[in-house]
């Protein structure tokens, strides 16, 4: 189990790497979104399935579909169409490919081979130890996170109204 935390750990610093140093912001998300799915294969083999499985359905999906489609709107016209496809060659999709293959390489192994609480010598955390936690000594910081997100909205709900009017 240790070595596929430690394959898992590799590919998220490898990836999050080429997302800070690449140029074109196609690749750099699909780097990220092999980062993100690294951490949660992290997740598992530390005995966390439950924060795996949110890692991969909040940021690898819900998250990145929104910054995709924020790439797709900020296509400008024709040429910027020419430029993508320059981009998008198969020989761009081998790295992301391979990352993403050894991962599913090491969750297979995890779920199928390891068993179920062999987690790098920890136990497994269900749902509800973490909602005892999050609910009963860390009450302040679920509170506060909370404040935070709604100062968030706030914030930006009215920079974009003062957008609006405007224009």
């Given at each position: 189990m240790p070595i596929a935390f430690y394959l898992a750990a590799g590919a998220a610093v490898f990836a999050t790497l080429r997302v800070i140093t690449g140029s074109n912001p196609v690749h750099a998300l699909l780097y990220l979104v092999i980062?993100?799915?690294a951490v949660a294969m992290c997740f598992?083999?530390?005995g966390a399935p439950l924060a795996?499985?949110?890692e991969i359905i909040v940021y690898a999906g819900a998250i990145m579909v929104l910054f995709v489609f924020v790439v797709m709107m900020l296509n400008l016209g024709a040429q910027v169409l020419q430029q993508e496809?320059?981009?998008l060659r198969p020989q761009i999709w081998i790295g992301p490919s391979i990352l993403a293959l050894l991962l599913l390489a090491e969750l297979l192994y995890v779920l199928l081979v390891s068993g179920q609480n062999t987690a790098i010598g920890l136990e497994t955390v269900d749902g509800k130890a973490i909602?005892?936690?999050l609910f009963g000594p860390f009450i302040l910081v679920v509170e506060l996170s909370a404040?935070?997100?709604l100062a968030a909205l706030v914030a930006a709900f009215h920079l974009g109204r003062q957008e609006a009017k405007e224009s």
């Open positions: 980062s993100l799915i598992f083999c530390l795996g499985a949110l496809k320059k981009w909602g005892i936690s404040l935070l997100l």
